[in-house]
């Protein structure tokens, strides 16, 4: 069904059911005001796109307005004019540097039984040479 013969479905069904008269078989036939107009004719098969909603406004204060809500404002003023109040820089974390080892150093560390014995893996079987 196209989108024309549902938009006539669905106003013939509204007319059916507002209208007080009972039905005979002169209703039963489509009437021709129910057949669409040129206007009706040019609508396009997709429906017509929504209005976006509309956006939300941002609140406009002013920085005396949210400063003023502040406790400690009078303090806050005077320090800003006395030249007190001043933006800093923080230092960036120092990285720790990774401390570097020797293999002497590393084998120095190590006890002399360090508690793993040999392992016999038996008899040597194919090409190996050890």
């Not at 990774?98 to 079987?125: N, Y």
Request: glycine share 4%; aromatic share 6%.
């Amino acid at each position: 069904m196209s989108y024309k013969e549902c938009l006539i479905f669905i106003a013939y069904v509204k007319y059916l059911s507002t209208s007080s008269v009972p039905r005979s078989a002169e209703d039963k036939q489509v009437n021709a005001s129910m057949v669409p107009s040129d206007a009706a004719k040019d609508v396009r098969s997709k429906p017509h796109r929504t209005p976006p909603p509309p956006r939300r406004r941002k609140p406009k204060f002013t920085l005396e307005e949210l400063l003023s809500q502040m406790p400690d404002y009078d303090l806050f003023c005077e320090a800003v004019k006395s030249g007190k109040l001043k933006p800093h820089r923080t230092p960036p974390p120092r990285r720790r540097r990774k401390p570097k080892f020797t293999l002497e150093e590393l084998l120095a560390q190590m006890p002399d039984d360090d508690g793993h014995g040999e392992i016999d893996t038996g008899p040597s079987v194919g090409n190996e040479v050890w």
